[in-house]
């Protein structure tokens, strides 16, 4: 009988951790009782629509008085690929993706996807539209309440810094700081330059996505709620050429001008774009700020 049963408890291990490495679904519709029987999925609720957010976290986030949450960048590249080619495309992935970089960092990660990338529903070729931050926001309310998480500390590079400081002008009082690198501001003038740099076609108040009226966090500056604790940082580096440094400077500049407690910093980059930061001056400036939250 014993062998009968270590035969059953491998085969369910095996099962186990083949359902772990099913790939995560890109920009399909998640039903809401699909969703909340999912493991880190969280259903957000918005004004104008409803998404299944998926996050991925490390130990230790439970009753915790500061969570670092990571926003990644845009990966519009690889929507439209089959989800196993995408690379770390399983919950396993991530999830031990989010380990690594608590351990590297010293608290708690929460690894938040953003609508239709990495298991979140959603259209990722509207993204910077209101939906995303929207549907960001509400996922970061359920989480915080489902873990009983203190504050966040944001953590978000290129596109996931341009959500971060979009969750900013939202009206949130539970972040602690943000570091926001290589990050994407002044959107419809960024997109002009980039298209004039290019050789394109001029398409005044397009977005880069193709799309007209994104949410740009420089046009709400203004919902960013006063807390003389909180610091902003911005991270760069001045060839940028996906980001363009300068209107990274302005955002800082309109957070200054307002009160807020930021600070601009340069950081050496990957050449030729100058945009992906050497070093990961993002995750030591998260690490700083989450060691200097007050419980």
Request: some cysteine; charged content about 25%; hydrophobic content about 45%.
């Amino acid at each position: 009988m014993w062998r009968i049963a270590l035969v059953l408890a491998l085969a369910l291990t095996a099962a186990s951790h083949a359902l772990a490495e099913v790939a995560l679904p890109w920009g399909v519709e998640i039903p809401r009782e699909d969703c909340e029987l999912s493991a880190g999925g969280v259903w957000s609720e918005y004004d104008g629509g409803a998404d299944c957010l998926r996050y991925f976290a490390s130990p230790g986030i439970d009753a915790a008085a500061v969570v670092i949450v990571v926003l990644r960048g845009d990966r519009d590249t690889w929507v439209g690929r089959k989800p196993e080619d995408i690379p770390r495309n399983t919950s396993s992935a991530q999830t031990a993706l989010a380990g690594v970089l608590a351990e590297e960092m010293g608290f708690p990660v929460i690894i938040l996807s953003r609508p239709g990338t990495f298991g979140s529903s959603g259209d990722h070729l509207r993204r910077r539209q209101p939906e995303e931050f929207l549907a960001l926001a509400g996922a970061l309310d359920d989480i915080r309440a489902d873990h009983r998480i203190g504050r966040f500390v944001l953590m978000g590079h290129s596109g996931g810094a341009t959500a971060a400081a979009a969750l900013l002008t939202l009206g949130r009082d539970d972040i602690a700081c943000a570091v926001l690198t290589s990050g994407a501001f002044d959107l419809l003038e960024r997109a002009e330059a980039l298209r004039e740099a290019r050789g394109s076609r001029s398409r005044p108040g397009l977005d880069l996505t193709g799309l007209p009226h994104p949410y740009d966090p420089m046009e709400h500056l203004d919902g960013i709620v006063d807390d003389p604790q909180r610091l902003i940082v911005v991270i760069g580096n001045r060839d940028d050429r996906v980001t363009p440094f300068h209107f990274q400077r302005r955002f800082h500049e309109g957070l200054v001008a307002r009160g807020h407690r930021a600070e601009l910093r340069e950081a050496a980059a990957q050449p030729p774009g100058f945009h992906d930061l050497l070093g990961n001056p993002g995750a030591r400036a998260a690490a700083e700020c989450a060691a200097g939250v007050t419980p």
